[in-house]
């Protein structure tokens, strides 16, 4: 029969190896469409397509899984936006229902348009800092991207 050792390893921020992630950082270069390791090459190829590597640094984007989250994230984000505005509209001034819908449809669509990116940038990055779904130091064998 095997014993095992007596020495216990204590895992903290300070004994793990590898790169140090700032969250923050990577979120917002994620944001702006760079790539949240160096901040220069650009994470996107296409609207919402990413780029398999970044054009600077190498840091390959293929493990990103950001999958839904952007979409449910812009969303909320815009719905807590437009709604109050449309309750406040509605409740100082009531205007006809042609004038709202002529006002909030395109409002609720161009918001959508223009943070779906960013957040999607937000998302990649956040799962870069945080070392998930193969962002890690050391990466599963054998299991081929998706």
Same mark, same amino acid.
């Given at each position: 029969m095997e014993t095992v050792g007596s020495a216990s390893t204590v895992w903290t921020r300070e004994t793990a190896t590898g790169e140090k992630r700032d969250l923050w950082s990577a979120m917002k270069r994620g944001f702006r469409g760079r790539c949240p390791r160096c901040g220069?090459?650009?994470l996107f190829r296409a609207f919402l397509k990413t780029a398999n590597n970044c054009s600077v640094c190498d840091l390959d984007? *293929?493990?990103?899984r950001?999958?839904?989250l952007p979409a449910?994230?812009?969303i909320v984000i815009v719905g807590h936006i437009v709604v109050p505005i449309a309750l406040w509209i509605e409740t100082n001034y009531s205007p006809a229902v042609w004038l709202q819908l002529a006002i909030y449809l395109p409002l609720t669509f161009v918001m959508?348009?223009?943070l779906l990116q960013p957040v999607k940038? *937000?998302?990649?990055?956040?799962?870069?800092a945080l070392k998930m779904h193969g962002f890690d130091d050391n990466p599963p064998r054998g299991?081929?991207?998706v």
């Open positions: 220069e090459g650009k984007f *293929t493990p990103h950001a999958d839904d449910y994230l812009v959508s348009l223009a940038g *937000t998302v990649v990055g956040l799962q870069w299991v081929p991207p």
